[in-house]
């Protein structure tokens, strides 16, 4: 089983900055995609950014210039660095990590979601 956890949520005024992390751990033997979702009250889950084994990233349109996704292969995590933070940005956000178990499972797992409020 692979179990993730995520840190660096919190309040941050408009304009601000954080820095989410998502730490994998379990019997891994390769990751794949590593993205992350949000989901405000109200709306579905959608997705933010994601980067592949490779290190080619993708995000959505409303987040483009101001978050960076990036990974560190070695420590099975990873970030989300948001700038320029704005108060509809508020949401739980949710990392989501897919690849391959030692024996060759596949598993596609969820955090367990940090709080992001933006606000004055």
């Known amino acids: 089983q692979v179990q993730l956890v995520e840190s660096g949520g919190g309040l941050v005024q408009p304009g601000g900055s954080l820095r989410l992390s998502c730490a994998a751990s379990?019997?891994?033997?390769?990751?794949?995609?590593m993205d992350w979702y949000r989901q405000a009250p109200g709306k579905q889950r959608e997705l933010v950014a994601a980067?592949?084994?490779?290190?080619?990233?993708n995000y959505a349109t409303s987040v483009k210039g101001r978050f960076t996704i990036s990974r560190d292969n070695a420590k099975n995590t990873v970030y989300l660095q948001m700038n320029s933070l704005k108060p509809e940005d508020t949401a739980v956000f949710y990392c989501?990590?897919?690849?391959?178990?030692?024996?060759?499972?596949?598993?596609?797992?969820w955090g367990q979601g940090t709080q992001v409020t933006v606000s004055s």
């Open positions: 989501n990590v897919r690849g391959a178990l030692v024996g060759g499972m596949r598993f596609d797992s």
């Open positions: 379990g019997s891994i033997f390769t990751i794949n995609a």
């Open positions: 980067i592949t084994s490779g290190g080619i990233t």
